[in-house]
């Protein structure tokens, strides 16, 4: 079954905690990203990737690394998680390379850091 | 940087009835305008796309039109359903060979009512 599968969908930690959230897609898809969902802010971008070892920042990168060493993971990296970085996060896989495709979104992680 | 408006943050309307949300953009190299829906609990997933050779779009009792020169483009849903209450996420994507851009639309909530 082609899907993007995120883990995990629950964490809480704390404080300066350094956490990874794993994103796989099995579609061979070229694009993959990351973003967060914040109440009355819809999603908002942290950074995406349009080939292998090729990642960009998206709107709000702060605070946050990736990595695109194969195709198809990308994981997200809060090396100091801090409690502005309570969120929903979603990472979502593109066919076309510049994303002007439709988005294939995983399940979501919900993130709270105390 | 881009910029997309999406109005209105709340829609309810009668089953029945039709609904209408609309999202302005700022970038006119903005060539790709995906529509999420996003139901309670679950991940968004694309219900239209327009991209902007096109005016306009439809699929059974969902339509987007898109205006290139006011920069706007809207989702139109006739003949609403309960199953139709979710928040809708309206997107635009740029891509230039080296760089992407993708932006959401806050969200509108609708509410479908019997």
């Known amino acids: 079954e082609a899907q993007v599968t995120q883990n995990p969908r629950y964490l809480i930690t704390v404080t300066g905690k350094k956490l990874t959230v794993t994103c796989s897609q099995n579609m061979n898809h070229e694009y993959m990203s990351w973003y967060r969902q914040d109440p009355g802010l819809g999603l908002r971008q942290i950074y995406y990737?349009?080939?292998?070892?090729?990642?960009d920042k998206g709107d709000v990168p702060e605070g946050y690394k990736v990595s695109r060493k194969e195709k198809r993971n990308f994981p997200l990296i809060l090396e100091s998680p801090s409690p502005n970085q309570t969120s929903l996060y979603f990472c979502?896989?593109?066919?076309?390379?510049?994303?002007?495709?439709?988005?294939?979104f995983g399940n979501g992680t919900r993130l709270t850091v105390t | 940087g881009e910029n997309v408006e999406q109005h209105p943050s709340t829609l309810s309307v009668q089953e029945g009835d039709s609904a209408v949300i609309k999202c302005t953009y700022s970038?006119?190299?903005?060539?790709?305008f995906p529509w999420y829906k996003q139901e309670l609990g679950k991940r968004p997933q694309l219900i239209i796309d327009?991209?902007?050779?096109?005016g306009e779009k439809k699929d059974q009792r969902i339509a987007v039109t898109l205006n290139k020169t006011a920069k706007h483009f809207s989702l139109h849903i006739t003949e609403t359903q309960p199953e139709d209450s979710a928040v809708y996420f309206c997107?635009?994507?740029?891509?230039?060979?080296?760089?992407?851009?993708?932006?959401f639309g806050t969200g509108t909530r609708l509410q479908v009512t019997l």
């Open positions: 970038d006119s190299a903005s060539n790709y």
């Open positions: 990737s349009m080939n292998v070892e090729v990642t």
């Open positions: 997107a635009a994507v740029w891509f230039t060979g080296t760089a992407s851009k993708l932006t």
């Open positions: 979502a896989s593109s066919l076309s390379r510049g994303g002007q495709s439709p988005l294939h």
């Open positions: 327009i991209r902007s050779n096109v």
